[in-house]
């Protein structure tokens, strides 16, 4: 296919060269004066720019803590440790406020030197475990015992795991010197 663009003549002249073409004229001449001048461009295109900051990676201070004086919590708080606009780290989306409370309690009784007052519970029934035979598995089975029976809940078992330096329950066989004292919580419930 071939694109042939005629500009600056009248629409009857383009179609008498066209004809010329089309019935075997090789070329067809144009008059110079036909042809509108182009002005070449007084100004050279600018590109505008604006540079954005580079965002600064926050260093993050374990000792850090919010305008409740109370520090940044992985069990409640959001992964980013942004606070809310007075400044009070923000909760995780569907936090159990009932949760979140008995933290905040732990860290204001903390905070204030003062023990936390519970109610006195019945001591759980000594049970003697042998450390060489609880396994990541044991530990796993008993979870699913308790959470398949309503005894424990899921946040629960993530508030049992956290508390001894696990993040999630695909890490338990990387700390088998917590496995004792997790099963030993366990079977408290």
Known sequence: MIEIRITGVSVEEAHDDMRMLLHGESSVQVERDKIPALEPETTEPTLETTQTPEPQERVIDPNEVDSANRPWDARINT????????????????????????????????????????EPQEAAPAVTIEPDTITPESVQQ????LMGSGKMQATDMMSLLSDNGIPNMQLLGEHPDALPVIMAKLNEY
């Open 142 to 145: 008993k979870l699913a015992e």
């Open 79 to 118: 992964i980013k440790r942004t606070q809310t606009a007075v400044g009070i780290w923000k909760l995780k989306r569907g936090s159990d406020k009932v949760i979140v409370d008995s933290i905040y309690a732990e860290y204001d009784a903390k905070s204030a030197d003062t023990p936390v007052t519970t």
